[in-house]
């Protein structure tokens, strides 16, 4: 009986489900060469002009060139662009352009939705992608499938296997819209491009419910491929973000999808056109009101007097969430959005009565001056409102940020006085309060709370982001109202009578007490402490957040002093330098005052200008080279800043309510080895966060942040499950015979998959909490358990190293460390063949199993490595180590002869280009003209062809710095060698040669 796998689970599963439930074609493999001319091309072009011609009412004729145009696109924005309907061409026998459609968006029904599976796809090396879904011969998804016999962590790994695909077949994913991993049991889902934080779960397949699939990924093939919602999610769904010079392609998750169409749904039936969503920090709520502008304004799919040529006002209540947002609208390519700067500006604009606008401003400009509403007729006050209302205000649809902010008082009423009729959406990041009844009758109708709701933890569960833990420190110093007396006496005891007189006289403060010199020195040498031990190392950053002004400049001067002298004593600097390095090391941000220079003179020293700071201080923050690691904050910076890198807040501020909640969702977003945020209070917040919390409904708040004594919890419960797994494993005292009992242990590959799932997730666990004292009793089998790891991954997966980026680098300096001194680093070490050791394995004393392990991972990593550089060369031996890997897999490899023959192959190729005096891009260039035409000299025949057609990549002048990022550089470079190869007639000028040389030049001469 066949055994089962990804291909019989997953892969069939799912193409059964897409030919059967919606409607889609299968194309058998023995199919692909009819469809294509080379197993290069990843279009079927037979498949694409009928559907241009179709789509069109064109012959297929006319449809060929433009198809054979769209071929040649190479640039996955363009396409974008284009199946939205942004490409005109001007027809045979047609006076004018006109649109041609690609894709038919508006009726989903007309295209032709096709799957297919092991596509072979050659490039930089041959790959072969598990499912590929066709719309009219474009390839715009690929779909990963891994067995669910195997740990979950194999959608991660499945992950990585596309981001490699990516890299070595490009041309797959230039009309790519985005990619699927699955193994039934989970199904992740990410735009093209995107790395693991990239890919989330589609956990909701609104308007249907959970219980009408059976798994994940029927779920997920409904959410994302039924054939309406793949073009709704093409049309309406996916943008290119471009910020810093740097664009990144995102697509909607499943809550902003279902919000945006909620809010469509509104707008064209006959109920309220109102709604208020709720979508918690850190989710993406800004792209989310991009993404309702994209559906609000092209709707395409959906036909309806109430959005043709609506105009869209998206409102802020600050000046810093309106710039992000209008950033990201901007960033995001939305057509023409304007900024109203001024009451006149929006005044003008909402009175003109015109179509089609996108208005971006902020709730202020709405005080508008209106003489007659103090008139002393009511009736001429009547008359004076009916006069603000704007012409046609029923065509405007209303995006409010941090609604529960902007709609009170009397700004909220000139509001709505001026778009009566307006369809009204309110966004907010935080959840509404109880007692807040006016938020909700603006938004919601009756008996409705929220529109949309995505709360904390659901962002959690889905890994938008990161939990939050906190934990409080030096309670000693804590502010307790009730001993606020014995605290005065204890904290102004060596005062003088007349300053603690004048204080009685005033009434002390929290903040009084919070600015408290020795309080402050105490707490910044501990915020030092802690940040060195549990926070730099994994090279993330922290805010701390003071009572007011003047504690932010106490923090800063003692958190300087701290550092100087853990500068001087760790790194050995002299004091200047010292002093020097650690002023760069923290910045105050907070509003300045008008009389800062003569009121309070140390304030003005440490003041950073708001413009310097959204230019300068937050992205040096954010650059996890700059030395800038902590800020230090009252109020500024703890909402609409967004930093990733933020793993830590300190807090010594008695935030409550939304300001608490926004504070610490500065720490939950996600980045590189940040499983948590974490919250340290110095001034007993959390201590009594129900308490804090109190305002908002309690399922609404329900994990904002948890006790850092649940990491200890998980670490307990992640220790447990590995050691039952490994507990027939014999342990001694010798380390070695320890690594080669439990890999005997885990016997299989699929126990292996089980076995790393498990060890992750305990090394993980044991990261979040170290260097607390509480995870001693764990060391031991820390060490036990991570040796094992590179060990396995070399022998069940021939990979050659651990991908340690996940964990905490206090973690992989302690295993790096152990596998030193007990040798066992040895076992994995990995050597080169240009490197003499390579061959200490093939002496007849090697151990055979250990030599098998490492020379069949060694040689894996190095024809990899060698065949993405140059895969004419090298492909044929990446094969054959495949092929033996397989061998040892199944047990008939018993012998290093084959091993050590295939190595002395790779030298002999190698020695092959030296003798000819070929440098590498040279030699691989001739092999390709070998190979379109052999020579009886073979590439040495072909030599001085290939040097005239690699000095056109080596030159400065046709192929200067960055030209690789350059597609008009690259087509002249391909016309060159085309001209080239022409002159000479040589064969496959026309057949693909010419992009082969590209490809290979891609890799040899790209230049930074």
Known sequence: MKTPNEESL????????LRQVYGYTYIPPAEHPRLRTSDREVIFLPRLVAALARLNGISEAVALPIAQELVAVHDNRRWLEILRGQLSKRLPGEDQHRTITVVDLD?????????????????????????????????????EAKSPLRSEQEVFHAIDQLSQYERDVPRLFFPNQFNIVTNNLTLLVGATGAGRFGFARWRDPWPKRLEDFNDDTERGLYSLLEPRRLCDLIAHFVVFETRDGKTVKKMARYQQLRAVNKMVARCVGDGPRRGLIWHTQGSGKSLTMAFAALKLKFHRGLSSPRLENPNLLILTDRLDLHDQISATFVACGLPNPLRAESIAELRALLQAGGVGQTVLTTIFRFRWDAPGLDAPSHAARLAALKELAAPRSDRWILLIDEAHRTQEKELGAYLRAVLPEAARFGFTGTPVKKDDLDTYQNFSPPGEKYLDKYGLIDAVKDGATVPIYHQTRLTEWKLNAKLLDVAFDQTFAQEGDELREELRRRGVTKGDLARFPERIELIAQDIWTHYTEHVQPDGHKGQVVAIDRLACVAYKEALDKTITRWLMKRRGLGEAEAKAQAAGMTACVYSPGQHDDVAHPQLAAFQVSPEEVTTTLVPRFNDPADPLCLLIVCNKLLTGFDAPIERVMYLDNPLKDHNLLQAIARTNRRFDRKDHGLIVDYIGVT????????????????????????????LVAAHRDVMAFVAGAKRTNDAKANLDALIRHIGTEDRWYTFRHLADAFVLAYGALT?????????????????????????????????????????????????????????????????????????????????????????????????????????RFSKRVLALIEEFKKGDLTSLEPVEALARDIVEADRAAEAEGLDEGTYAVAELLHAAAPHPDGPAGVADLAREITALYGSEVHAPRSWQDRPELRRSLRASVRRVLMARDWPGWDGGLTEQIEALALTLYARG
């Open 10 to 17: 997953v892969e069939w599963p799912l193409i059964r489900t």
């Open 107 to 143: 009726h989903p029904e007309r295209n032709e939705y096709a799957v297919t599976h092991q596509l072979t796809v050659q490039g930089l090396t041959e790959r072969r992608p598990d499912v590929v879904v066709y719309v009219n011969g474009l390839p715009l998804v690929v779909i």
């Open 687 to 714: 201590r009594r966060l129900a308490e804090a919390l109190a305002a908002y409904h309690a399922e609404d708040v329900a994990g904002a942040s948890r006790d850092v004594d649940l990491l200890h919890d998980q």
């Open 771 to 875: 260097p607390d004292p509480r995870v001693l009793p764990f060391l031991a089998d820390l060490k036990y358990i991570g040796a094992a790891i590179p060990t396995g991954l070399a022998k069940f997966e021939q990979k050659e190293v651990v991908d340690w980026r996940r964990f905490s680098e206090k973690v992989r300096a302690l295993l790096s460390e152990h596998l030193e001194v007990t040798g066992l680093g040895l076992i994995t070490r990995l050597h080169t063949l240009t490197d003499p050791a390579f061959w200490e394995d093939f002496k007849p004393e090697a151990d055979l199993e250990t030599a098998l392990v490492r020379k069949l991972t060694e040689l894996k990593k190095e024809t990899a490595e060698r065949a993405a550089r140059n895969p004419t060369r090298y492909t």
